[in-house]
Structure formats: C-alpha cells, structure tokens
C-alpha cells in the first residue's frame, strides 16, 4: 500500500479551496474515493466477480474513481462514463480527497476496516467514545479518515454529533474532480438474427431501431439479460443478451491472468496427521506449510488472490480442502506434499500428479515444465495420480510431491528457504505460462 502523508492544511487555504471548487462542482465536497491499478494489466468487468465477462483493460498505474464496492469488487467509471468492476485485491486505495468531514463517535469498540464488507482487512480498532472524521456514508457502512487513509466502519457502530470539521488534505491532491480519461478496449457482440434495438432493457421498452442479424455493437454495460449498446453509427439503446454472440464469454469466466486469478494452496496434512517423516524424524506436514507459504507470497506480489486450505499447523481433513476451491471459483488449486518411500535414501526427485486430464493435466504441465528448469532434483514429471484432493475437484487441480523427504539429499533441500523459494518462484512462472496460453477455461 503506499499512501501519501497527510499534511493538515491551513485553515484559510481550505476555505480559498471551498470557495474556489464550489462554484465548479458540489460533488467535491461528497467523498472522490479514487484507487490505483496495481496489476499489469487489470480486466474491467461488466459485474462483480470472475464470472462476468471482460469489458476491457485498464493498464498498471490508472486511477480510477470509485462508485460503489461489493463483495471485494469495486465499481469504477470509465471514459465516456462507463460503469465496470474491478477486483479490489488488484488495486490500492489511495487517500481520501474531501475537504470537509462530519464528527462522529463509536458506540463500542469497532473494527475499522480497508473496504466495506465483514470479510475486508481489519486495519484496527477504536474504543467506545473514541471521535472519528466522517468522510461518506452509504448504508451500513461509514468510511472514516483512519491513519492518514480512508476506511470504513459499520454506520451501526457511531453516531453523527451534527458537526463537522476540516480534514486534512494531502498536499498534492487536487480538489477539483478531474474527469477520468481512462480508455478501454471496448466488447463486442454481434446480432444472431434480426434484432429490435429498445430504449431500455426489457421486452415492453419501446422500439428504437431494428438491426439486421450481423450486425456490430459495442457493449457498454449490462443489467441482468439486456446489454446496453452502441451501433457503429452511435446509436445506443438495448438488446436482449440472448440475440447476440458474446466472443470470448468462454475465456473470460475465469482468471485471464495470474494477477486476477485466485489460486488456492493446499498444505498436505496437518495437526494430528503429521505426514511422512525424514531420516531425523522430521514431519512432512511441517515443511508442506513453510513451502505453500513461500509460493503464496510469491503469488500475492504477483497480485494473485490466495486462500490456504491451512495456514497453521491443523488438522484439517481430506473432503473440505476442495471444497475450498469450489467455493471459491479458484482458477487454479495446488497441493504441496514430500514423497517417502518404502526404505530411506533408495528414491529421489520430484512429481506432478493430475487427475482429469481435460481439467488438469495443462496446469500440471505448465508447473512440471517450470521446476524442470531449475530445480536441484530430479524431475520426475507429470503423471497420473488418484489422489482425493484432487479426484474430488471441479476446479483445475494438481498435487506436486517436490522431493521425498526420506532421502537425505533431498531433504536437505525440503527444508532450505532456497529450495521452497525456487519453488515458489517456479509456480509464478508456470502459472504465469498457464494463463498466458488461454488453455483452461
Ligand atoms: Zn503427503
């Protein structure tokens, strides 16, 4: 997060900005909550989540302007005033730009946190009694200036005192509202047969123009079962999704890129279930987790949203570690474990196991062919493998054995940072490739 220090400013320059932006605009004075792209390349969907097709791309470093959040998704507008959604873990918010902010006071000890839902980052707490800046309210939610930043509060937790105060302004924000000048590439469909175009979505909306099948248009937002559109020639109105092609519908239901993707990692074992020992006795359940956290982090500097089945040593059983990947929509799941063989130092190397080979065997592919290009032991590459975390998996699903931990020389190598950090870095890169290739749907 990188968020600029606050400086308060004097009083008089706030009112001369007052006075100065008031005749412009009255919106300034409501909060512009502004944020960041922070992935290479960020999809801006037609809805709130990965299942909601790609209306275009904003580039690494675009500010744009927040309408609303929902569900870890924020709503920004586009040029030429369109409406899209972006993942809000592939953004940083950046500080708040009102000047003025109504006083309130927390009931009870409450949670401030990074966006407005019960799952978002807690970034502290505030007593009972303690004052806040209000910055904006919608609904529930409160955002509050919080540690030089903006937050956000349940509105059920405090109370509005009816006054208000100055709030401190970065210094190089400005306080006019800049139209966004953010260019995207633009979806279009094409009509699949002789099409009425509506003055708004819905059967009953009168007729605009008919549009022969072939036909064009570009997509400029969509409301349940009716993309709003626009003809080469400018015209815009409605048309029912069912009478159009979508091109690309298939690709875009998942992650398009590893910074939007959401990869889920699965320690093997846990708590009670130690796994495989070492020589030394050394639980296999112990370096699983160190390495699944050296590629979960190297994944999230990447912008990736990960979810650990477990992130300490628990016992967590074989059925719900899918089941994760389920509910999440993950684009990818990866299981961690360390191989043993019968008898102590008699096998070597490393194995990636797929289930489905429809589903899987890409994914185990694109990972198999990035540890083989580093890795100090033997590949032992891709193979078949009837495992439960995987078998039971809809999403695409391998389980890596990256050494036996048995084997002297290969533990050796299991338990050192170098090793789980090639590792770590080898799954960037084979995820990398896997997106790239558009080859999982
Ligand atoms: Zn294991």
């Known amino acids: ?11 008089i320059a706030v009112f001369a900005a007052l006075i100065g932006v008031s005749a412009a605009t009255t919106t300034v004075l409501a909060a512009s909550n502004t944020i960041t792209v922070r992935a290479n390349l960020l999809n801006v ?17 675009t500010k744009l302007t927040v309408i609303k959040q929902q569900n870890s998704w924020d709503q920004v507008r586009l040029a030429g005033n369109k409406i899209g959604w972006v993942a809000s873990w592939l953004v940083d918010q950046n500080e708040a730009t009102t000047t003025t902010a109504k006083l309130a006071t927390a009931k009870r000890t409450t949670n401030v946190r990074q966006y407005a839902t019960t799952d978002a980052k807690i970034l502290g707490t505030v007593n009972a009694g303690r004052q806040l800046k209000v910055i904006y309210q919608e609904g529930h939610w409160t955002q509050v200036a919080y540690d030089n930043t903006a937050a956000w509060v349940a509105t059920s937790n405090i109370t509005l005192s009816g006054n208000t105060v100055a709030l401190a302004q970065p210094k190089q924000v400005s306080t006019t509202v800049k139209p966004q000048t953010t260019t995207v590439a633009a979806v279009k469909v094409t009509t699949t047969a002789s099409v009425n175009l509506r ?60 910074s939007e993707a959401t990869i889920v990692l699965d320690p093997g074992h846990g708590g009670a279930d130690s796994g495989a020992l070492s020589t030394t006795n050394k639980y296999e359940k112990t370096y699983t987790l160190e390495m699944a956290k050296a590629i979960g982090s190297a994944l999230q500097a ?73 890795l100090p032991l033997t590949n032992r590459g891709y193979q078949y493998g009837n495992f439960e975390v995987i078998r039971n998996n809809s999403q695409p699903a391998v389980l890596c054995e990256m050494g036996y931990i048995n084997d002297d020389k290969d533990f050796a190598q299991i338990k050192s940072q ?5 590792v770590a870095s080898d799954v960037v890169q084979g995820l990398t490739a896997y997106f790239k290739a558009g080859n999982h749907q």
């Open 418 to 422: 170098n090793y789980q950090q090639q």
């Open 45 to 61: 969907r037609l809805g709130p989540g990965l299942a909601y097709s790609v209306m275009g791309q904003v580039q690494n470093g």
């Open 302 to 374: 990447q912008g990736a949203n990960v979810i650990y089945t477990r992130s300490t040593d628990t016992f967590v059983d074989l059925a719900p570690r899918p089941a994760m990947a389920t509910k999440a929509h993950a684009d990818a799941f990866i299981s961690i474990h360390f191989d043993s063989s019968a008898n102590a130092n008699e096998a070597s190397g490393f194995t990636t196991y797929y289930y489905n080979s429809k589903k899987d065997l890409a994914l185990a592919k694109a990972l198999n062919q990035a540890f083989s290009s580093n």
């Open 199 to 258: 003055q708004a979505g819905g059967l009953n909306a009168p007729i605009v123009a008919k549009l022969a099948k072939g036909t064009t248009l570009t997509v400029l937002d969509q409301s349940s079962d009716w993309y709003k559109v626009q003809t080469a020639a400018g015209k815009t109105g409605y048309v029912a999704s069912w009478t159009v092609t979508t091109p690309g519908t298939k690709a875009t239901k998942a992650a398009t890129n590893l």
């Open 1 to 11: 997060m990188q968020f600029k220090q606050l400086k308060r400013w004097p009083l």
